[in-house]
Every structure is written in structure tokens, then in C-alpha cells.
């Protein structure tokens, strides 16, 4: 029993020092299920790096729950370089566009000049109904690229069975992906209708005329069931898609911002700075035989 003690104080004495280590001295360490990590903090400025690392904790009920400072868009989870986030505002799925209007359907969101990216590896356009072509653009002014996917039904095709879309991601039937460009911070996507001849006529449509585009990391698609989670995720807030954020710190990489040594992140001993692989800025990490937090001072130890 004693030994048990022992060992049960030394655990927990562990842990509280472990996690200790991950954020700013006298910052908080968790929201709900939540654990933070520096650059990233909660409450006073001190404990984050700058705006676009905070985190807000709200009260719902008895629980915590984490929003990115930034959008309001609440965190699933937070790794050393991504964050699983719900769409925010209804900025990462479109209203629905109109067969019978033709009517255009679009949403922006611009994550410029903040430290995220939206992840070109986990996540994918989807879009869903019949004559369709959806595409994003990085900008409205100047449309550097285009990227998209178009969706064709004929009338009485296999499109009318509705279960070809029942718990399965878009299997090409009624419904296209397509994939992310590198380095996108900031994007429109739009789904507009394509045909509004009568051999592609609105009955075909999986949606009731509704045809909506979202981006999201595929858990979204693949447990799409017809209209009304598609009514509810504009609606409800829980049930938007999720996504994935690529995150880095700065406008620079390693080279240009090690020379600025009052900014520079990689601040602790034994750490090292590598560039993002997804836009701008870089991470740290620690050297190998070191663990532990490479943006803190003495944040990497010895294993
Ligand atoms: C807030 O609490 C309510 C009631 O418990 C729950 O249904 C809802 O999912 C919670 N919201 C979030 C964002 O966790
Ligand atoms: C993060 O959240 C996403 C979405 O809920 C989930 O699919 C993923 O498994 C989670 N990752 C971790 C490491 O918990
Ligand atoms: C989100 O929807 C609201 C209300 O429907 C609208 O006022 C707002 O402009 C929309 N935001 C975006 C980014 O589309
Ligand atoms: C759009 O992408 C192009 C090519 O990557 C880039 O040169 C341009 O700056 C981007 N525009 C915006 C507004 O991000
Ligand atoms: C995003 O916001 C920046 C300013 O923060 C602006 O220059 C840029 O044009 C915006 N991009 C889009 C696609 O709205
Ligand atoms: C959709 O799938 C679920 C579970 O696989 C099943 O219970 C339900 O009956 C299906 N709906 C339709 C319309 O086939
Ligand atoms: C979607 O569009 C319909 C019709 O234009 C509108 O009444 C509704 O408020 C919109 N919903 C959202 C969430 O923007
Ligand atoms: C870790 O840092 C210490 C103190 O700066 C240094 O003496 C040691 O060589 C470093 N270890 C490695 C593997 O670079």
C-alpha cells in the first residue's frame, strides 16, 4: 500500500511537471479535454505568442470548450503542427445553390496573416448534388488558380437510387472531390449549376435542387446522409464539417528569422528550426535525444 502511495505521488508529481513544461509559467494547461501548448495559450498575452496562438476556453454547462482566438471556430485537437477544427461560421460549406434559380452559391474565409493553413493533405473539396461544377479560388480579385470538380446526372439514372451516397464517402455517383492547392490561407468556394436543361432536370438531384461544397477533412462526406445533415451543418454549429489547419510560426523561414533573435521561436537549448512544408513560416523541434517544448527556455530535455 505505501509503495502504491509512493509510486502514485510520483506519478502525479510527473505529470503536473510534464505538463507544466508545455505552457508559460502560471498559464493555463488545459480547456477541457483540451491540453495547450505553447505558442498557443489561454488568457493574459503573456501566454501566447502573439493573437493568432490564442486560445478562448468558454463555459458550456459544467465543461470547457477551446475556439481558436482568431474565428471563433472551436479546436478538436491540437498536435505540434495542426489543428482539428469545426468550420467556423459557416465558412468552410456553401448555403445551398438553387437548381431552379441557377443561383450561385459562395462562401470566403481568409486565414491571411495568421498562423494557419488549411492542410492540402487531409483535407479535400467535396461537393454534392447533380450538374454541378464547385471550385475555390485563392483570391477575388486577382484568381490565380482554380481548382474544382464537376458533377453530371442524367434524368432516370442511377442517380435516383438516393442510397448510393448512405454512409460512404462521394463515390463519383452524384458527388466529386477534388484536391487542395499548397499554401492556401485564403480561398472563395463557390458551387454553381452548370445545366438547367431538362434531360438534367432537378428530380435527379440528391438534395431537393440543393447543391452544396464544403471543405473538410472527409469524415464530413463520408457520413453524409442526404438533406438533412446537409441542413443541419448550416444550421447547427456542432455538425459542421471538421478541417485541418496546418500551423507555423511567422511570415519567414528558418534562414531569414534566426536572424532576428528577439522574435525568433526556437528558443530552447538543444531545439532546432525547420520550414513549414505548407506556406509561409517555420516549427521547432527538439534535437533527437530531447523532448519536451522547443518554443520554451530549457523546453527540450535530455530523454
Ligand atoms: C454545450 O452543452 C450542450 C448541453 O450539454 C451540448 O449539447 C453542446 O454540444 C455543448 N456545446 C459544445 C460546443 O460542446
Ligand atoms: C483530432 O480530431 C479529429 C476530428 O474529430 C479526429 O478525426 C482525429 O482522430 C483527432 N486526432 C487526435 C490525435 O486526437
Ligand atoms: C454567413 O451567414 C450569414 C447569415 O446567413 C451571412 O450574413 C454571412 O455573410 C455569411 N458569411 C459568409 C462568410 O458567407
Ligand atoms: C494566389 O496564388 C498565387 C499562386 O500561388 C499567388 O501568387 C497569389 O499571391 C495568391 N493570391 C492570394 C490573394 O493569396
Ligand atoms: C484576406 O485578407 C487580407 C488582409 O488581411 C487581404 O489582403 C486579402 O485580399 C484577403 N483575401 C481574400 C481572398 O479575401
Ligand atoms: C442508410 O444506412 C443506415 C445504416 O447503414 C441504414 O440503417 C439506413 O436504413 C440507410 N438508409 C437508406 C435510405 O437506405
Ligand atoms: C441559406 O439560403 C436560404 C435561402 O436563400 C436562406 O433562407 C438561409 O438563411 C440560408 N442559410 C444560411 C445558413 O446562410
Ligand atoms: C544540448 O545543449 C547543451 C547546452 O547548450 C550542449 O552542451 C549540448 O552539446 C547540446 N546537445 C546537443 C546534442 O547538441
Same mark, same amino acid.
Given at each position: 500500500?505505501?509503495?502504491?502511495?509512493?509510486?502514485?505521488?510520483?506519478?502525479?508529481?510527473?505529470?503536473?511537471?510534464?505538463?507544466?513544461?508545455?505552457?508559460?509559467?502560471?498559464?493555463?494547461?488545459?480547456?477541457?479535454?483540451?491540453?495547450?501548448?505553447?505558442?498557443?495559450?489561454?488568457?493574459?498575452?503573456?501566454?501566447?505568442?502573439?493573437?493568432?496562438?490564442?486560445?478562448?476556453?468558454?463555459?458550456?454547462?459544467?465543461?470547457?470548450?477551446?475556439?481558436?482566438?482568431?474565428?471563433?471556430?472551436?479546436?478538436?485537437?491540437?498536435?505540434?503542427?495542426?489543428?482539428?477544427?469545426?468550420?467556423?461560421?459557416?465558412?468552410?460549406?456553401?448555403?445551398?445553390?438553387?437548381?431552379?434559380?441557377?443561383?450561385?452559391?459562395?462562401?470566403?474565409?481568409?486565414?491571411?496573416?495568421?498562423?494557419?493553413?488549411?492542410?492540402?493533405?487531409?483535407?479535400?473539396?467535396?461537393?454534392?448534388?447533380?450538374?454541378?461544377?464547385?471550385?475555390?479560388?485563392?483570391?477575388?480579385? /486577382?484568381?490565380?488558380?482554380? *481548382?474544382?470538380?464537376?458533377?453530371?446526372?442524367?434524368?432516370? &439514372? @442511377?442517380? $435516383? %437510387?438516393?442510397?448510393?451516397?448512405?454512409?460512404?464517402?462521394?463515390?463519383?455517383?452524384?458527388?466529386?472531390?477534388?484536391?487542395?492547392?499548397?499554401?492556401?490561407?485564403?480561398?472563395?468556394?463557390?458551387?454553381?449549376?452548370?445545366?438547367?436543361?431538362?434531360?438534367?432536370?432537378?428530380?435527379?438531384?440528391?438534395?431537393?435542387?440543393?447543391?452544396?461544397?464544403?471543405?473538410? /477533412?472527409?469524415?464530413?462526406? *463520408?457520413?453524409?446522409?442526404?438533406?438533412?445533415?446537409?441542413? &443541419? @451543418?448550416? $444550421? %447547427?454549429?456542432?455538425?459542421?464539417?471538421?478541417?485541418?489547419?496546418?500551423?507555423?510560426?511567422?511570415?519567414?523561414?528558418?534562414?531569414?528569422?534566426?536572424?532576428?533573435?528577439?522574435?525568433?521561436?526556437?528558443?530552447?537549448?538543444?531545439?532546432?528550426?525547420?520550414?513549414?512544408?505548407?506556406?509561409?513560416?517555420?516549427?521547432?523541434?527538439?534535437?533527437?535525444?530531447?523532448?519536451?517544448?522547443?518554443?520554451?527556455?530549457?523546453?527540450?530535455?535530455?530523454?
Amino acid at each position: 500500500m505505501k509503495w502504491i502511495c509512493l509510486w502514485l505521488v510520483v506519478f502525479v508529481y510527473t505529470v503536473v511537471v510534464a505538463e507544466n513544461k508545455a505552457v508559460k509559467p502560471g498559464c493555463r494547461a488545459e480547456c477541457g479535454e483540451l491540453s495547450i501548448s505553447y505558442p498557443f495559450g489561454i488568457g493574459r498575452k503573456e501566454c501566447y505568442r502573439d493573437k493568432g496562438f490564442e486560445i478562448l476556453c468558454n463555459k458550456n454547462g459544467t465543461t470547457f470548450v477551446p475556439y481558436l482566438g482568431i474565428n471563433h471556430a472551436q479546436v478538436l485537437n491540437l498536435s505540434d503542427n495542426q489543428v482539428y477544427v469545426r468550420g467556423w461560421s459557416n465558412a468552410t460549406i456553401t448555403n445551398c445553390s438553387n437548381g431552379a434559380q441557377a443561383s450561385d452559391s459562395l462562401v470566403v474565409a481568409n486565414l491571411s496573416s495568421s498562423p494557419f493553413t488549411i492542410s492540402y493533405t487531409q483535407n479535400k473539396i467535396s461537393a454534392f448534388g447533380c450538374n454541378i461544377l464547385a471550385y475555390i479560388t485563392n483570391s477575388s480579385i /486577382d484568381q490565380n488558380y482554380v *481548382s474544382g470538380c464537376v458533377s453530371l446526372c442524367r434524368r432516370n &439514372s @442511377a442517380m $435516383n %437510387n438516393l442510397d448510393t451516397l448512405n454512409g460512404s464517402a462521394c463515390n463519383g455517383i452524384g458527388c466529386c472531390t477534388a484536391r487542395i492547392p499548397s499554401g492556401l490561407k485564403a480561398f472563395e468556394l463557390q458551387v454553381t449549376k452548370i445545366y438547367t436543361q431538362t434531360e438534367f432536370s432537378r428530380d435527379t438531384d440528391h438534395f431537393n435542387g440543393c447543391s452544396i461544397a464544403v471543405i473538410e /477533412d472527409g469524415q464530413f462526406s *463520408s457520413k453524409l446522409d442526404k438533406r438533412t445533415s446537409v441542413t &443541419s @451543418a448550416l $444550421n %447547427n454549429p456542432e455538425s459542421r464539417p471538421s478541417i485541418v489547419l496546418d500551423w507555423a510560426i511567422g511570415e519567414h523561414k528558418c534562414k531569414e528569422a534566426e536572424q532576428n533573435a528577439a522574435t525568433f521561436g526556437c528558443i530552447s537549448k538543444n531545439s532546432t528550426c525547420f520550414d513549414s512544408d505548407n506556406g509561409p513560416g517555420y516549427r521547432c523541434q527538439c534535437l533527437e535525444g530531447y523532448q519536451g517544448n522547443p518554443y520554451l527556455i530549457d523546453g527540450c530535455q535530455g530523454i
